[in-house]
């Protein structure tokens, strides 16, 4: 693997189709200054200076797929309220296909909003509804599924735990995308991680993976067991676990197991806040256009280092991944390749 690979895979972004099915959400944020102590209770006062929203959960991976250059698909349900319209038109702002999201009257958009003063967030309150749609609502869910799958590269499922995909919602996503041949890769909640078994990839974060596996990640041997652990549980081809300061870890199942340990790019981390998000985005839209799985999972993680030095749900562009890229200390000067000392190659186990 080398810098102008990478670079060429860049090229091959736009256009290229990602379905993604799961949870949308509103991110709102208030922002302010704090300069007392309110003398009604001990907590700060903000003083409001704007309000932003910004694409969250499922809305956020699509979004980051457009900021690259994809064409995303959203599968989803929003209520029929000023919320749901606010998502709406944020999505078709972006150019993203939302024919296959239903609007619903007995169920409120899931809206998160977070107030932040001085680049911190103060509070965080949430107005959800978090039961499994009703049989019906699925069975819509999936037939405007099966409208917009075919010709797509892959099939993405965004598990935030809102309640859309049940084990039968996502059996059904399962098996259309097997009916047209496309790969599923899938960012799990742990209390749904069994309704996945089969995936292309599964991308657990660390804790994640602990909680699933049942193994404390605390070193190598603890992470190569719990990662041998799930791919044995859930069946999966492929399973990529995000370590935060430690990079990334991915696991290939073939004639052998490949574990491949990607490094962090050293810099400030002011939010991780839909940091997984752009890993899965990016992975899959770069799976989609003829990467490698581990190529794919290098440039999610330059794409997700960028990412977490923004506060807030953020996406990053195919040209600023492009300066990320040739600007990276991963790879040497001139030949373009990995250093030794920043990068571990794959081990056959």
Known sequence: ???????????????????????????????????????????????????????????????????????????????????????????????????????????????????????????????EEKAFLPSGLQEELLSRLNRVLPGAGVLLLSDYAKGILSPETAKGAFELGKKYGVPVFVDPKVSSIDSFRGATVLTPNNLEASQSSGIDIHDDETLLEAGRRLLDRLSSQSLLITRGEMGMTLFETGDALHVSHIPAVAQDVYDVTGAGDTVIATMSLAFAAGASLLEAAVLSNMAAGFVVGIVGTAAVSREQLRTILSSSPLFEPGSGHFRPEGFRPRVRL
């Not at 457009?66 to 989803?76: F, K, P």
């Not at 998502?87 to 150019?95: Q, T």
Request: proline fraction near 4%; include cysteine; charged fraction near 20%.
């Open 1 to 127: 693997m080398t810098l102008d690979r990478l670079l060429s895979l860049l090229d091959k972004l736009p256009g290229t189709r990602v379905v993604v099915v799961g949870d949308a959400i509103l991110d709102r944020y208030i922002w302010g200054k704090v300069s007392r102590i309110s003398p009604e209770a001990p907590v700060p006062v903000v003083n409001v200076t704007h309000e932003s929203v910004r694409l969250g959960g499922a809305c956020n991976v699509v979004h980051n797929v457009q900021q690259l250059g994809g064409r995303a698909s959203l599968v989803s349900v929003v209520g029929s309220d000023g919320q749901g319209k606010t998502l709406l038109d944020s999505l078709v702002a972006e150019g993203v296909d939302v024919s296959g999201v239903i609007s619903h009257d007995a169920r409120p958009t899931t809206t998160k909003t977070r107030v932040v003063a001085h680049s911190q967030q103060l509070l965080r309150f949430d107005q």
